[in-house]
């Protein structure tokens, strides 16, 4: 699974960004897929997580009620909708994919098999 992050920009604090992750290969709707940021000196934390199906999904604590995941099987795309951005928000973003059964959902980043190159959000005061 080869997977294509991209949506990332410069955007004032309370702005919106759409974080797009494009994949390839057949698998993918049997992968739970996620969304992982890191900031500069920092570890890659969790954000976001769905289930392969769609129908699970769960947040890092600092998005909650803020980002939304989603998925298109037929597209073979996830989305992280990011609102009311902050400063701490800045930090670059990647997918990340994992061959699961029903609807196990990973939050853990060593679990997840397939990464994309991740794309970078800076989120000004």
């Known amino acids: 699974v080869q997977l294509q992050a991209s949506g990332g920009g410069l955007v004032q604090a309370g702005a919106s960004l759409t974080l797009s992750c494009a994949t390839s290969?057949?698998?993918?709707?049997?992968?739970?897929t996620g969304w992982f940021r890191q900031a500069p000196g920092k570890e890659r934390e969790f954000v976001a997580v769905?289930?392969?199906?769609?129908?699970?999904?769960f947040y890092a604590d600092s998005v909650k009620g803020r980002f939304t995941i989603s998925r298109d099987n037929d597209k073979n795309t996830v989305t992280l909708q990011l609102n009311s951005l902050k400063p701490e928000d800045t930090a670059v973003y990647y997918c990340?994919?994992?061959?699961?059964?029903?609807?196990?959902?990973?939050?853990?980043?060593?679990?997840?098999?397939?990464w994309g190159q991740g794309t970078q959000v800076t989120v000004s005061s």
């Open positions: 990340a994919a994992k061959r699961v059964i029903l609807t196990d959902t990973p939050t853990t980043p060593e679990r997840f098999e397939f």
């Open positions: 769905i289930s392969r199906g769609g129908g699970t999904t």
């Open positions: 290969g057949r698998i993918f709707s049997r992968s739970a």
